[in-house]
């Protein structure tokens, strides 16, 4: 099963893509699901999941967060925790961090997983890096994403192989259409809910995938197996060629 687990709407303050747009969008481009990550609590998540319903497509529920050390993702058991106001920390602007620590420990008293999300994209406000090391709490490192180049995406999967840390994938869209799909993450097994979401992750059964560096509308396939989905197994997961150290990290974003 082929979920996106990177995606912002319009309930995000930098979002404008509509949910039912997105939604669409996947499913034309061979999607199996998509989490809506969002840097605000979903407020309305009863309508979204009647979209699913209509659709006929899996979505779920995580939150964006931005920390004195590092972008998170937070993917927890019941989706309360990020869709009721006040259940987790917000930050009140993109310019104000929260504390790392505090958001670690809120995330373990609600259950789910944490992840730092780009965690080599240096040219953001708060870039994590190598401070990665550091940190306790995580649960998972995104090692494929869709706006990063490749070094910065191999820096970050060489990182969770050092941590022991369950690598995932997401595309990291926002404002563009055109970036869904072109990161996502390959579940070994069906995904209906969101605690399921959230046991396949915790016990690493997934396979991180870049998938394409421009993605077109394309009709899904009705027959074929998941490897001849894009034309051949996904790229760049836990097996796949891991980056070197060599490159200069001043030129990463």
């Not at 931005?66 to 987790?88: I, M, R, S, W």
């Not at 240096?122 to 706006?147: C, T």
């Not at 899904?220 to 197994?233: A, E, F, L, M």
Request: aromatic fraction near 6%; charge should be neutral.
């Amino acid at each position: 099963m082929l979920i996106d687990l990177h995606v912002q709407s319009n309930y995000s303050r930098q979002g404008v893509l509509e949910p039912e747009e997105i939604i669409l969008r996947a499913k034309t481009i061979g999607l199996d699901g998509l989490c809506f990550t969002e840097d605000q609590p979903i407020t309305d998540w009863d309508s979204l999941a009647k979209l699913a319903k209509v659709h006929e497509f899996a979505i779920f529920a995580g939150r964006s967060l931005v920390t004195e050390v590092g972008h998170l993702l937070f993917y927890p058991t019941d989706v309360a925790h990020v869709t009721k106001p006040n259940a987790f920390p917000s930050n009140k602007d993109s310019s104000t961090p929260l504390s790392f620590e505090e958001v670690a420990a809120r995330s373990k008293e609600l259950g789910g997983v944490l992840a730092a999300a780009h965690p080599y994209k240096l040219k953001i406000d708060h870039p994590m890096g190598d401070k990665i090391f550091q940190l306790e709490g995580l649960n998972a490192l995104e090692v494929r994403n869709g706006q990063c180049k490749s070094l910065v995406n191999d820096f970050a999967l060489e990182a969770s192989f050092h941590l022991k840390l369950a690598g995932i994938a997401g595309s990291n869209t926002c404002t563009d259409l055109n970036a869904l799909g072109t990161a996502a993450s390959l579940f070994v097994s069906e995904i209906a809910t969101q605690k399921e979401l959230v046991d396949a992750l915790q016990a690493g059964n997934l396979w991180p995938a870049t998938l394409t560096d421009d993605v077109k509308f394309r009709p899904k396939p009705s027959t074929g197996g998941r490897d001849d989905r894009r034309g051949g197994p996904p790229r760049g997961g836990r097996g796949g060629p891991r980056g070197g150290r060599g490159g200069d990290r001043r030129d990463r974003r």
